[in-house]
């Protein structure tokens, strides 16, 4: 009923990482009981010790950089009235809903008629067996590489696809 896999060996048969899958009680039961043991809420010091090690590899300023985009991007989402915009102003990673028509198949054709104009946006998607289905939305990540200008094009293109496609469907 249940099986489970380690990504990696380590010291004395000490796994880091892993999966567990099974039936939905089961993977249930994982969810509420195994909190504590199973998704602890700490790294052990080695990992930590790493982690902030890896930091320093990092090129100056780009987390700066990084959140003055997102700032920026969240601005110019928020500035549309066919949308709305979650997800925190400094968070690469946003979610746009649909104000009038927010249905999987109305995201799913802006979305088709954006890849075709060179946009590269995909609708959120879950597991079917959410115990706390999400509102669909269009999932949008921030990349470092992005110019403001790129990002504002890409938001001006993307309100002209979201009512053009709502005004056509309203025909």
């Not at 991007?73 to 102003?89: E, Y």
Request: with cysteine.
């Amino acid at each position: 009923h249940l099986r489970l896999g380690g990504i990696k060996q380590w010291y004395q048969r000490r796994v880091r990482g892993g999966f567990a899958c099974g039936s939905s009680f089961v993977i249930r039961h994982q969810r509420l009981l195994g909190q504590g043991y199973v998704f602890s809420a700490s790294l052990p010091p080695l990992h930590a010790s790493m982690v902030i090690k890896a930091m320093d590899f990092f090129e100056p300023g780009i987390f700066a950089k990084l959140q003055s985009l997102c700032q920026f991007t969240h601005t110019q989402l928020s500035a549309l009235d066919t949308i709305t915009v979650t997800g925190h102003p400094l968070s690469p990673l946003k979610h746009i809903r649909l104000v009038d028509d927010n249905s999987e198949d109305a995201l799913k054709a802006i979305c088709t008629e954006a890849r075709s104009q060179g946009l590269a946006i995909t609708v959120a998607s879950y597991i079917s067996t959410e115990t706390f289905p999400k509102e669909p939305s269009i999932r949008l990540t921030i990349n470092i590489e992005l110019r403001e200008d790129e990002v504002s094009n890409a938001i001006s293109k993307l309100g002209q696809i979201i009512t053009d496609t709502t005004n056509n469907k309203r025909s």
